[in-house]
């Protein structure tokens, strides 16, 4: 099965359905569990996934635009089983074999597919985004980082900024699957390069938003 067959093979799968009252839900690949996450109500500040078996002690930390459904428990399989999303399980696709553990934070903490009714129930949540971001972030000695927003609004660069500084405070190398025109970390879904090479990860120079300009360090 060539790539383009097997990525179109995948989508199926893990886009979700509604028949009737039956909800069809995305699980974890195997070996993939949930460790650690913190949701409050319709929010998710952080998702920390692990390979139960893998012999790596790396761990990626990616930076999204806003969380789906990824944590939450299932609703059709009896017993303490968490549901995953597109997003997640293609980071686990293309990252999956590097790393013991991937931890999830996001620009806008908003459970909702669509970042655009994300984004309009956020501004009472960006201070603490920060810090749970923070308290996270500061336990955790060594990671590689991956962003991968896709675009947003300017009126969001400074919390963009803000959440950049405290990833990056150790100069970590800042790594994307590509940017975009405007020189954002392409969202995982939108595949960089030629093909449909997710593994390719694209070696940026640590940035972040000022003003209106982006700044390379």
Same mark, same amino acid.
């Given at each position: 099965m060539n790539n383009s067959v097997a990525h179109l093979v995948l989508y199926s799968i893990i886009i979700l359905l509604e028949v009737g009252d039956m909800e069809y839900e995305v699980y974890f690949p195997c070996n993939w569990r949930v460790?650690?996450?913190?949701?409050?109500?319709?929010?998710?500040?952080?998702?920390?996934?692990?390979?139960e078996l893998s012999d790596s002690k790396e761990t990626l930390i990616a930076l999204l635009m806003n969380p789906s459904k990824a944590g939450l428990p299932?609703?059709?399989?009896?017993?303490?089983?968490?549901?995953?999303?597109? !997003?997640? /399980?293609? #980071?686990?696709?293309?990252?999956?074999? +590097?790393?013991?553990k991937i931890i999830i934070f996001n620009v806008f903490p908003v459970l909702n597919s669509s970042s655009t009714k994300a984004k309009k129930y956020f501004?009472?949540?960006?201070?603490?985004?920060?810090?749970?971001?923070?308290?996270?972030?500061?336990?955790?000695?060594?990671?590689?980082?991956?962003?991968?927003?896709?675009?947003?609004?300017k009126k969001y660069f400074q919390n963009y900024s803000s959440i950049m500084d405290v990833l990056t405070n150790n100069n970590k190398i800042v790594f994307a699957v590509g940017l975009t025109v405007q020189?954002?970390?392409?969202?995982?879904?939108?595949?960089?390069? !030629?093909? /449909?090479? #997710?593994?390719?990860?694209?070696?940026? +120079?640590?940035?972040?938003?000022?003003?209106?300009?982006?700044?390379r360090i």
């Open positions: 460790l650690d996450s913190e949701f409050d109500l319709n929010y998710r500040y952080y998702l920390e996934i692990e390979d299932s609703k059709n399989v009896n017993g303490d089983i968490k549901i995953s999303d597109t !997003t997640v /399980n293609l #980071l686990i696709q293309a990252y999956g074999k +590097k790393y013991k501004s009472d949540k960006i201070k603490e985004n920060l810090d749970m971001i923070a308290s996270k972030v500061k336990n955790i000695s060594n990671y590689d980082l991956v962003v991968a927003t896709g675009r947003f609004p020189g954002y970390g392409k969202h995982v879904n939108q595949r960089a390069g !030629t093909g /449909n090479n #997710l593994t390719a990860l694209t070696n940026v +120079k640590k940035y972040h938003w000022k003003s209106n300009k982006l700044i």
